[in-house]
């Protein structure tokens, strides 16, 4: 692609080629050359493709401006969809997905103490099949912010409004991409991001918003959706997973008739009291994974574990390079639906993300080489990068999530809801009853999918271009637990073959 070297001539092609486009052609312009990412600090190589990041103002009063980094395909950018993605929280980075799920790199820790992450080359980037945004949103989440603190009390229908703003104003600055096929995709409270903006999309196409977006679906991974399908999960995914006994499942469902989300009666809430006890010390987002709680579990386990190591690996991650550790730290609370109003970051609850080490990134996003490298504020602006951050106050404002799906598949578009089947943060038993309610009619019965030859999961197809996946043997955040699985689905989704 032609890049332009000043901004009055990038402006000016910018205008005629939107000009065209709304008469019906299509001109080539370029990504704006001051956005353009050359080199980041703990890389010692080339890019395998174009890298661009920066700050969009979606509201000009508040000065209010979200985050991106944008990784353009490494196959063919002119052709491959754009897909936007959205880590959750609310309140959580999407840099999560950048650096330990799907991004360009894996990082490795600094080899001296103090010294920054080395960065390599991802075989399974999700940028091989795909251009892909990674947006930071809402403000006050990871590198964006506002001049204005009364924007940090927010919701998701802001927070859907200004991402669509941002979209269309990303759009116009790389209005190259406006005919690539535009996909949004998330996990975890992105469940609840991804249908919201998805749903803006829609309304603004309807509308004759411009540019016009070429919005084809969307994918949720392991997404909060609705508080009561949600809430009832965890009871069923427990006892299937031989978490619980016979006896204290057949105890717990008679004493809450089968609805463990919302407990009408003392007798059901002290029987799901005895459930939190038994998954307590659990790994909330890969029942797989250790969870240390004191440090010498962690050196018995290590030292005297007789186990054959086919054993002791499974669940672990298989990312080439150990990227995050699991540390100490209980994965409470385990059955708190989200539920309208006010919803409390992990900072609210007084920890961080439980069982997780973050240092990897947070060294490496704090440090002020890599964020001028970036194009991102200093912290002395916009404050350190945190995984999640408590500087927000969130408001779930956007009620269940079935009449989202049910409006954007019924108005023709396509949609994953993928679900790593030892999460137990959200659980696929809640995944795919949902998708289940929705009543459609199923036209790929239940079967295993298959990558390299082996069983890798199992799906179900439905009309209206709705399939639900589960990945076998991953956590919460599937990209990270299972790299070159989630590679395959995605690509393969996107290509509107069959998985």
Known sequence: MQRMANSTSRRCALELGLLLLSGGFYLSSSAPEDARVTYLPGFNGTFPSDHYAGYVTVDEDHGRKLFYYFVVSERNPSKDPVVLWLNGGPGCSSFDGFVYEHGPFNFQSGVASGSLPQLHLNPYSWSKFSNIIYLDSPAGVGMSYSTDQSDYNTGDLKTASDSHTFLLKWFREYPEFLENPFYIAGESYAGVYVPTLASEVVQGIKSGMTPTLNFKGYMVGNGVTDEAFDGDALVPFAYGMGLISTNLFQEVNTACKGSYWNPEN???????????????????????????????????????????????????????????KRIFGRSWPLRAPVREGHVPTWPELGSSVPCMDDEVATSWLNNEAVRSA??????????????????????????????????????????????????????????????????????????????????AGYTQGYEHNLTFLTIKGSGHTVPEYKPREALAFYARWLAGGSI
């Open 266 to 324: 003392e007798i059901c809430e002290t029987k799901l009291e005895k459930v939190d006890k038994a998954l307590e010390d659990l790994n909330i987002y890969d029942i797989l994974e250790p969870c240390y709680h004191r440090p010498e579990i962690r050196k018995v386990t290590l030292r005297h574990n007789k186990l054959p190591s086919s054993f002791r690996r499974l669940g672990e991650t298989n990312r080439p390079l150990p990227v995050r």
């Open 374 to 455: 970036m194009h991102a504020q200093p912290v002395s602006v916009v404050g350190p990068w945190e995984l999640c951050t408590g500087n927000i106050y969130f408001q779930h404002d956007a009620g269940s999530m079935i009449k989202y799906h049910k409006n954007l598949t019924y108005g023709g578009y396509r949609a994953l809801i993928f679900s790593g089947d030892h999460d137990m943060c959200v659980p696929y038993t809640g995944s795919q009853a949902w998708t289940r309610s929705l009543g459609y009619q199923v036209l790929d019965e239940w079967r295993p999918w298959y990558f390299d030859k082996q069983v």
